[in-house]
């Protein structure tokens, strides 16, 4: 990829569109009208600057959040975020959130019939260290129904939010397993054109952050926009 | 530009857990009382009803802040008024997330008088018959903005491809 044209296609089709009729929930929402594309050097606002004193030590272990532990499959969630030119994100702040084990979340709005786990809020923090890395603690969540279509589920997944250099860096998106079977037939994973985009948000399983009698390692790299624009290859991890 | 950015999703109807600990209903960087300004409006999808489940975060130079809809679609949000650069009105950049859309939108919101900010860069680039949805306006009481977002149909926001 050398030219411009074709970059812009490829990043075009690595993200999803606003609006992916499967999507119900976006067919009154996403915009109709088309975006007004605006120069990046017109809005090169900087992120908020949030220290450490807004983190709590236990905030990215979501299994120490109560007074006795969760409920379901321990895991250690853990990667790299990185810019799009390959350098790490010192200092960016992730938060996640998600359902519990059984495929429920601690929310008024959440009527799925499976229980609520006492032990369990799904919610955590951290910042990224020098090298960007960042790990997290947790459970893996559970699969859960929801209204898009006939018997339509969700699959195990968690939500992440980053805030990176700027503005043009802000993501939220969301982290898959390895071999869920719910994938194939998701509308929200499925909405991402590029195939291999779509992939790179399903987590690896991962032997040197499993830890023995205690956990099993996922890993999840995130690319943020935000270094400079020349033409690109695909991440590997 | 090495990498390909990893790929959106949306927020989800159940963000709050995740966000709600660091909500903040005003900016980061309050520094005087007297430039402190709020805004507040409804946000709408398409058919006028309002959204109960969006978060809209203000971005500025001077400061951050998010906040998220209530069950009438209503939000309010409190910050410093922003710092104006020479090629740009008075203005907050606006991220906005819900569930139902796959990756945020991204609009500003101006404060101050259309035809005064003839000179801003951004603005140039916006057809005249849809500038008015990028402003916010006065709702009676000092330093009190009205600004409501449509996010389709006829009188839909302005949003930004950056």
């Known amino acids: ?237 | 530009m090495k990498f390909i950015p990893t790929a959106s999703q949306t927020v989800g109807p159940f963000f709050s857990i995740g966000l709600t600990p660091l909500y903040q209903s005003s900016s980061t960087a309050l520094a005087s009382p007297e430039n402190k300004i709020t805004i507040h409006g409804t946000v709408y999808e398409a058919d006028h009803l309002p959204i109960p489940d969006a978060v809209l975060e203000f971005w500025s130079a001077d400061g951050f802040a998010r906040v998220p809809t209530k069950d009438d679609g209503t939000f309010t949000v409190s910050a410093d008024l922003p710092f104006v650069q020479s090629t740009t009105a008075q203005h907050f950049e606006v991220l906005i997330f819900m569930r139902g859309l796959l990756k945020p939108v991204y609009t500003r919101v101006y404060l101050g008088n259309p035809e005064a900010t003839a000179s801003d860069s951004i603005l140039k680039l916006v057809p005249q018959a849809r500038i008015a949805t990028l402003f916010a306006a006065s709702d009676g009481s000092p330093k009190r903005f009205v600004w409501n977002i449509v996010m389709q149909g006829e009188n839909e926001t302005v949003f930004f491809d950056l």
């Open chain 1, 1 to 237: 990829m050398t030219n411009s044209a074709e970059y812009r296609r490829v990043l075009l089709a690595s993200q999803p569109p606003h609006l992916h009729p499967p999507y119900v929930s976006g067919r009154k929402r996403a915009p109709s009208k088309p975006l007004i594309l605006i120069p990046n050097s017109l809005a090169t606002v900087n992120g908020p600057v949030f220290g450490h004193e807004m983190i709590q030590p236990g905030d990215s272990d979501l299994t120490r959040q109560h007074s006795s532990e969760p409920l379901g499959e321990r895991i250690i969630v853990s990667g790299k975020v990185l810019d799009d030119d390959g350098h790490p994100v010192r200092g960016a702040l992730l938060e996640i959130w998600q359902a519990n084990a059984a495929g429920r979340y601690k929310h008024k709005n959440d009527n799925h019939a499976a229980p609520l786990d006492p032990n369990f809020s799904g919610c955590g923090r951290v910042l990224t260290d020098n090298d960007g890395r960042y790990s997290f603690v947790t459970v893996k969540p559970g699969a859960y129904p929801w209204k898009n279509h006939d018997n339509a589920w969700r699959p195990a997944h968690i939500h992440f939010s980053l805030f990176g250099a700027g503005l043009i860096s802000r993501l939220i998106t969301q982290m898959y397993f390895p071999g869920d079977p719910l994938l194939a037939f998701d509308p929200i994973f499925n909405s991402i054109p590029d195939e291999s985009a779509r992939l790179r948000l399903i987590s690896a399983f991962d032997w040197p952050t499993t830890k023995p009698q205690h956990a099993l390692g996922y890993r999840f790299d995130i690319i943020l926009r935000g270094g400079n624009s020349t033409p690109m290859e695909s991440y590997r991890p």
